[in-house]
């Protein structure tokens, strides 16, 4: 079992919100209403973890080690909600989200491929911890922009985390997981072919509420996320290789073979899907 390392490491480098977040070096004249604006719209999107977790429970009902470590990650997300709505509640309280927004990105999620989906969160984890790392370099309110980087390390750590599970699911089911990981590697990595970025929290997750499935999509400005990432922290192609290049470097750590690029991870996939198709007529 892996969640009992994971939570003493986790539980050790744990942050404090009154000890290590520095409340008393808030500049007033450096946070304006935009910028608070982002914050609220991050605090509810981080709430979605809510549901998430209800999801993995859900569906890995037969793996009790990864159902426990979902214990400390969901801990440490709604922390992160927690924090952004502190730091508003302190200095910009019009700003606080309703318990009705908060609530409102709490919807079920459909089944789906265990699998796929611990790959996807994966793979948010990163996109998350370069998109808090920008947002810190973009604020110039002090306290945010050390809030900002607290919780982008977290998510860092988060991702090391599923990937020690991704590691084990190797080990017991082989192929079955290389081709998953692979699969959704190839789409995450993906983005700058799409409209959207490529995060959890913007893809459709449940057929029946379509189009309003999407975390992004109940939020109270729908449009915010592209808005804040091309517009405001400036998220730009430099960022996004930064992105696929750790997904990649991840995948080549993982597979124990060299991706230098999507294409190859792709052709790494169709190789996987072949011999797994020739194990099975044979």
């Known amino acids: 079992m892996l969640y009992p390392e994971l939570f003493k490491s986790l539980e050790q480098v744990r942050w404090n919100m009154e000890k290590d977040i520095p409340w008393d070096q808030f500049d007033g004249s450096k946070l304006t209403d935009e910028q608070a604006q982002t914050i609220r719209m991050n605090a509810i999107t981080e709430w979605s ?118 590691k084990k699911a190797l080990n017991e089911v082989g192929d079955s997981a290389r081709a998953a990981f692979a699969k959704i590697g190839v789409l995450m990595a993906s983005a700058r072919r799409t409209e959207k970025p490529l995060h959890p929290t913007n893809l459709h997750v449940n057929q029946s509420l379509f189009p309003n499935d999407t975390v992004q999509s109940r939020l109270p400005d729908p449009e915010w996320l592209e808005r804040w990432l091309d517009g405001q922290i400036k998220f730009d192609g430099e960022w996004e290789k930064k992105v696929v290049d750790r997904i990649l470097h991840n995948m080549s750590l993982l597979f124990e073979r060299t991706f230098g690029s999507v294409q190859e991870l792709n052709r790494y996939r169709k190789e996987i899907v072949t011999r797994m198709a020739a194990v099975q007529a044979a």
């Open 49 to 166: 973890a809510l549901p998430a977790t209800e999801m993995f429970l859900r569906d890995n009902r037969g793996d009790s080690d990864f159902s426990a470590f979902m214990s400390v990650w969901f801990f440490e997300e709604q922390k992160h909600s927690l924090v952004l709505m502190e730091y508003l509640r302190r200095f910009k309280p019009e700003f606080v989200p309703t318990e009705e927004e908060l609530h409102n990105v709490r919807f079920e999620f459909d089944p789906a491929p265990a699998l796929e989906t611990l790959m996807m969160h994966f793979c948010g984890e990163i996109r998350l911890n370069h998109w808090y790392r920008c947002a810190s370099d973009w604020h110039t309110e002090p306290v945010i922009k050390q809030i900002y980087k607290i919780i982008s390390q977290d998510e860092a750590r988060h991702g090391g985390a599923y990937l020690r599970y991704m």
